[in-house]
């Protein structure tokens, strides 16, 4: 067993940078790119790179069974494209910049190289199966709501990305719009829109101007029908 905050500590973007800067060779095979909102970049199972997320939110997407796409956040620390194993990397990916977002593009094979010296014991690839873990089952979980309770599922997991105003007041991300909602929910627009309408009417949302804000996060939450999602909301 380990403390999530030796693994979260040790995969922090700081310290990644720390161990590769390490080699002398750090600046021929890492680079910092900055990237404008809106920017898309598709992959295929092949990695000539990995990325480290240092400021900014993206989304991430893969193609599942039936080409029914699966989504989530990425923000400051992520790795968008960490395979654990080879066998393990998504055969079609996409990822969007939700906002502008800044991060380390590095050569994998240089990544690879160093990790092996300076993580012996494995500590960022733990941190890894933790976090994808978490975010299939949410994924796992969400699948089986129906489509309102779905809607109030992502307004509730977008509050890890807002800012706290107080106890029981919560601005949601800038870059949180209908249609970004409705796909992160798997729902339509036009129906998430009349969801988001009533949320407004009861005082609980107010989505008329950026940033949006959940004036009630206690309603927000008793909303949800299923018991055992309070773990994570």
């Known amino acids: 067993m380990y403390l999530k905050e030796t693994l979260d500590q040790f995969a922090s973007p700081a310290n990644m940078l720390k161990l590769l800067k390490k080699d002398p060779s750090f ?8 990237l404008k909102e809106g920017t898309t970049i598709t992959s ?11 400021d900014g939110f993206m989304k991430f997407i893969f193609e ?15 790795f968008p494209h960490l395979p654990v194993y080879s066998e393990d990397i998504p055969k079609h990916t996409k990822i969007v910049a939700l906002t502008d977002v800044i991060w380390w593009r590095i050569d994998f094979q240089f990544f690879k190289k160093m990790m092996e010296l300076e993580d012996p014991r ?6 890894q199966l933790a976090e994808t873990r978490r975010k299939l089952y949410i994924i796992a979980i969400q699948e089986k709501l129906s489509a309102r309770d779905s809607i109030y599922f992502s307004l509730n997991t977008m509050m890890d990305f807002g800012l706290q105003i107080s106890a029981n007041v919560m601005e949601l991300p800038e870059f949180l719009t209908y249609q970004e909602l409705a796909s992160h929910a798997n729902t339509s627009k036009s129906y998430t829109s009349k969801v988001l309408m009533e949320l407004r009417e009861e005082g609980i949302l107010d989505s008329q ?12 939450k008793k909303l949800i029908n299923i018991e055992n ?4 909301l």
Not at 44 to 54: A, T
């Open 44 to 54: 295929d199972n092949r990695r000539k790179y990995i990325y480290i997320i240092v």
């Open 64 to 78: 599942g069974i039936d080409k029914q796409n699966f989504v989530f956040i990425l923000q400051h620390g992520s």
């Open 27 to 34: 600046n021929k095979h890492c680079i910092q790119e900055r």
């Open 229 to 232: 999602l309070q773990a994570y």
């Open 122 to 127: 494995n500590y960022l690839m733990l941190h």
């Open 209 to 220: 101007k950026k940033p949006w804000r959940i004036n009630d996060i206690q309603r927000l």
